[in-house]
């Protein structure tokens, strides 16, 4: 029989998804300390723009600079997920979460894909991948 992916929350996914919490904070607050503590330093962040047809990755230190620009440019910026899809196998763990994205007045819907791993007893973004 298989299983259903959706996740009951367990508690092995709750780290998981207190680091998922971490990176909604940064974004909202645009806060480089949060996010330095939701992804690892050599995390990449990919996008792929479904209107433009592109894909874009960047390492961290960009990405935060993009969240400080879209802060700037619309004074509130602010991630909404729900029904995440939480597997943790070991050492890694994946989210797969469909999102909405307030930039000021502006909302834009996407999905987020993050790779974790457990860093020094710790959960860390390596990846994030996302659709808008």
Do not use: C
Not at 103 to 124: C, P, R
């Amino acid at each position: 029989m298989q299983q259903s992916l959706k996740n009951i929350e367990t508690d092995d996914d709750a780290p998981v998804r207190h680091t998922i919490a971490t990176y909604l904070a940064a974004l909202r607050t645009a806060e480089k300390s949060l996010f330095l503590e939701a992804f690892a330093s050599t995390a990449k962040v990919g996008h792929r723009s479904i209107a433009e047809g592109t894909f874009k990755e960047s390492a961290l230190q960009e990405f935060v600079e993009e969240v400080k620009s879209l802060h700037a440019a619309n004074g509130y910026v602010e991630e909404f997920h729900s029904d995440p899809v939480v597997t943790v196998t070991g050492p890694v763990a994946s989210v797969h979460v469909p999102f909405v994205l307030k930039l000021g007045e502006k909302e834009v819907t996407g999905t987020d894909v993050f790779a974790l791993a457990k860093v020094d007893d710790q959960w860390k973004i390596v990846n994030k991948l996302y659709s808008a």
